[in-house]
């Protein structure tokens, strides 16, 4: 905060601590200057988002409301040519969606998207850690790795927060069911195109059953996240663009996925399938720009904590007061902060 209030960008910007705070609210409660730190917190992280990101004009853009439009429209167009090429060859099957959109040219394409945004993340990722080293720290990041993914996972720190207990359940619905929708959607897609598995899966499939399981959550998890957002004007005003693209992005996701699948269920041709390409459109959109949303945040905060608590692991041990060949769960209380 103080390095904030006298200017020091670059040094507030590569601060992994930034990224340990979890925005739940405990801080700005108890600030007795009622300085709201969670919310400059909030406005850090955006910013290093676009420092970090590759290429860092696509961080611009996605983080301006006046390229919100063009943000839509990209995928729209990609999507839609696909399938206004298999509407003039006619539907065969009615009520398939991989009619409209063959699955092989709909995995090819975004295929394409996810080894962009891998790239883009690994990038990224490097020039964070180049910075981490750059202020002091030693040794290599992979040692608390396992830590920090299983703390995301579980949500620990989050658990912790006092202030505004609903965040912590919405998000964790949320970040499990999305990691459940992700795990079918790339099963699907390797059965699809590997082996014998076809599409539409019936309704009792296990696979079925996770993915319909998986949006019941993620829709009660979003739902949470909107209510609290919505519900308390303190959070409804600081809410900014960055947030609302994001959350608005995932809740397409999850509504036109869900209304695709019921619409079809329905047999209603008429309405599916514009209800699917808008569902298709909001996934594009969702992994495309991943790195430059809050979607980013799960790549950055992964390496901050690593970083810390690795930081953390090594002066302990170095003031000698635990056995390095201890349980390294242990380390996980000394969270340090790296010296500049």
């Known amino acids: ?35 709201k730190p969670s919310e400059v917190m909030n406005a850090i992280r955006a910013e290093a988002i676009k420092r970090y990101a590759v290429p860092q004009f696509a961080g611009r853009i996605v983080a301006r409301p006046l390229y919100l439009a063009l943000l839509y429209v990209i995928p729209l167009l990609i999507l839609g040519s696909i399938a206004l090429e ?64 299983g703390e995301i996972l579980t949500h620990s720190r989050f658990s912790k927060c006092t202030a505004e207990r609903s965040r912590y359940w919405g998000h964790l619905f949320t970040f ?50 909107f209510w609290e957002r919505l519900h308390e004007q303190a959070k409804r005003i600081a809410s900014t663009y960055f947030d609302w693209f994001f959350l608005l992005t995932l809740a397409g996701v999850v509504v036109s996925g869900i209304l695709s699948e019921v619409l079809r269920l ?10 699917y390409l808008l569902h298709l459109v909001f996934v594009f959109s969702l992994f495309l720009y991943a790195p430059y949303s809050k979607f980013a945040h799960v790549v950055y905060r992964t390496v901050a904590l690593a970083a810390v608590w690795e930081k953390g692991r090594q002066q302990v041990v170095a003031a000698g007061e635990v056995n390095p060949d201890r349980d390294r769960r242990d380390f996980g209380a000394q969270r340090a902060p790296l010296q500049r």
């Open 176 to 225: 499990t069911a999305f990691l459940g929708l992700t795990v079918v959607t790339t099963v699907e897609a390797f059965g699809m195109n590997f082996g014998n598995m076809r599409t539409p899966l019936a309704l009792l499939d296990p696979w079925k059953l996770l993915a319909n399981i998986s949006a019941a959550v993620i829709f009660a998890g979003l739902a949470i996240v």
């Open 266 to 275: 329905a047999q209603r041709a008429a309405w599916m399938y514009p209800v």
């Open 86 to 149: 298999e509407l003039g060859n006619g539907l065969v099957r009615p009520y398939i969606y991989a009619e409209l959109f063959p699955q092989h040219i709909v995995d090819a394409v975004f295929g394409a998207v996810a080894m962009f945004v891998c790239f883009s993340f690994a990038l990224s990722a490097t020039r964070l850690i180049k910075d981490i080293h750059a202020a002091g720290f030693e040794g290599s990041l992979l040692a608390g790795l396992a830590h920090s993914v």
């Open 1 to 35: 905060m103080i390095a904030a209030q006298w200017g020091l960008k670059e040094k507030v910007l590569a601060d992994p601590a930034i990224w340990l705070c979890h925005n739940c609210g405990d801080c700005t409660l108890t600030c007795p200057r009622g300085a």
